[in-house]
C-alpha cells in the first residue's frame, strides 16, 4: 500500500548498503535497522509484500501461544477429574468418570461445583444415596431418645466392606460404589438401643416414676381384613356390615304392588380374646323393626367350637350360606320351613375332610314357655376339592299357635295363610339332603327337602328341592366366600366382574295340608333368571325375574290367579 512519495537514496550514509529490503524497511528487523531507520526519510514509499511477511510471522506467534494455552486447559481438566475421583471414592474405578474432549472442549465446568454437578448427572446411584442419607437424618431427628448408626457400603459386591458402629436406626446405602450403578435401593433397618444404665439425672433425663420400670408397653394393630379390625397380643375387635335394599316389580292387575323394601341392614361385632374365647353380636335393622339375628359366645379349641346363645341351627347348605354371598337374590321357597337362628348350644368344626355341627334349640326361633326342645345335626362330605356332599335332620317336639302364619313366595309376597286355632302339637321332623361343586367360575348346587309335623293332631308332608347354577362371564372363581372382581370398576378401571345365575325350584304339599290353608294349590314351581354384577369387592348389583307357578288356581286380597310374575333388583354394600 503506498502511503506517500518520495525518492529514495540508492545508499545509506552509515552502513553503505545499497537496495537493502531489511534496511528499507526501518523496522529493527536486520543489522542496519537502526542507521537506516534514520536514513529513510517520512513519507517513504514501502514496497509490496514487506506487510504480508509481518502479518504473517505474527499469526505463527499467536497460534504457538494459542496451542501452549491449550495444552495447560488439557492438563487442569485431567487434575481437576483426578482430584474429583480422589474426593468420590472413584480412584479404583476401571474408567474415567468424565470424558475429556479432544480437542478440548470451547468451555469447562466453571467451578468445582460444577464437576460434582455434571459427575452427579453420570452416576446414577449416587441419587438415591443422597436420598437415603436425608431420610436418615429426618428419621435419626424424630427418634430423639435413639443413637443413630450409619452403615456406608462402599462396594456392594464386596460381603466384608460394610463399615458399621453404633446401635439404634442403620442404613444400608449402596453409594460409592464401583458397580456403576448396579444397585440402585436402600435396605433400611431399625434397631432398638439398649436403655442407657445410669442412676443420675441430667440435662435432658428422667427418671421413671416408682412402678413402671417393669410395665410393659401395649402396642395396638388396626387394619381392614375382611372387616375394620383392632387388635393387640390378647384381644381383637371386628366390625362388619350388610345393608340391602330390593325393589319389586309386579305385573300390572296383579295381587300385589310394586315397591322399594329395605331387606336387611346388619352391623356386626366379632372378637376374640386369649386366643381361645370367641364372641359374635349381631343385631337387624328392617322395614318391620329391629331384632336380634346372633349373639353368642364360644369356645374354640383347634378346629373346633362350642358356642352358647343364640345362632343359627346347623341345617341345609342355603341356610349356611352366608347372606351376603349368596348368588340369588332371595332363598328358595323350601327355606321358609327350614330353621334358622335359635337359642341353644352348638358344637362344630373339621376332621380332615369331614364337617360336623350337632346342637339342641328351643325350637321357637326365640323364646320358649314349655320344656320341649329340638335337636339338630348336619354332617359334610368333601371327597374332592370343590365337591361335597351332605344331610342335615331336626327332630323334637313343639306345642306353639301359628295361626295367621304366612307361606311366601321366592319373591316373600304371601300365597297362604294357616287358618285360625292352626296348632303345631306333636312331633315334628325335618331331613335334608344336598351337594355341591365349585371349579374355577362354575357353580353347581342343590337340595331335597322334607318335613313331618303334626297340626292340631294331624300329620302332615310336605317335600320340596332345588337346582341352582351360575356361572362367573368374566373368570374369576366363585367360592363360598363370594366372588373378587379382578378388574373392579371405576378402579382398574374397568366393569367389575358379572355372573349369570338360574334356579328352579318346587314345593309340593300333602293333602292333609288342605284343611289348614286359605289357598292349597297342590305344587309350587318356581323358575329364576338373573345376572349379578360384582361392582367391587363391597358392592353388588343382582337383577332377578322370577315366574310362579301354581298347579291349583289360588286368590289374595280378591284377586284370582295361576301365576305371577315379578322383576326384583338388589343393591347390596357390605364390608
Known sequence: MMIGYKAVPETCAQCQVSDDVEARTGFGLGPHGDCCAEALPPGAVLERGDIGELETTTGRLDATSATTE?????????????????????????????????????????????????????????????????????????????????????DENDPEGPIEFGPGLEFRLPILNGNRGAIVLADTGAAQPEPAKSTQSGPGKSEPRPGQEDQPTTEFEAGYDGGFYIKDKDVKLTIEGLLQVNALFFEDGGPHESEFVLRRFRPEFSGEFYDIWRFHFEPKFSANGVELEEAWLGLQVEEHRFIFGRMKEPFSLEEMTSQRHMDMLNFSILNQFVPAEDHGITVFGLFDWLEYGVGF????????????????????????????????????RQDTDISGGELNTEARVPWAEFEPGTTIDGERVRWGAEAAFLEGPFALTTEIMGVRQELNGTAVHLTGGYLQGSYVLTGEDKTWKGIQPLRPFLREPDWGAWQLVARWSRLSLGDEFSPFLTNFPKTIDSITFGVNWYVNDHVKVKLNYLRTIYDRSITVDGVRHDDEDVVMVQLQVHF
Not at 95 to 123: K, Y
Open 361 to 396: 334349640y328351643n325350637g321357637t326361633g326365640g323364646d320358649d314357655t314349655t320344656s320341649d326342645k329340638d335337636g339338630a345335626i348336619r354332617l359334610v362330605i368333601h371327597p374332592w376339592r370343590g365337591l361335597q356332599f351332605g344331610g342335615s335332620a331336626t327332630f323334637g
Open 70 to 154: 491449550a495444552q495447560a486447559a488439557a492438563q487442569d481438566v485431567l487434575m481437576a477429574q483426578t482430584q474429583l475421583k480422589a474426593l468420590i471414592g472413584l480412584a479404583a474405578a476401571g474408567e474415567p468418570t468424565l470424558t475429556v474432549a479432544d480437542p478440548p472442549p470451547e468451555t469447562l465446568p466453571p467451578s468445582p461445583d460444577g464437576l460434582v454437578a455434571q459427575a452427579m448427572a453420570l452416576r446414577l446411584d449416587l441419587g438415591p444415596g443422597e436420598m437415603a442419607v436425608e431420610s436418615a437424618a429426618q428419621r435419626a431427628g424424630l427418634a430423639r431418645t435413639e443413637a443413630v448408626a450409619f452403615t456406608a457400603v462402599l
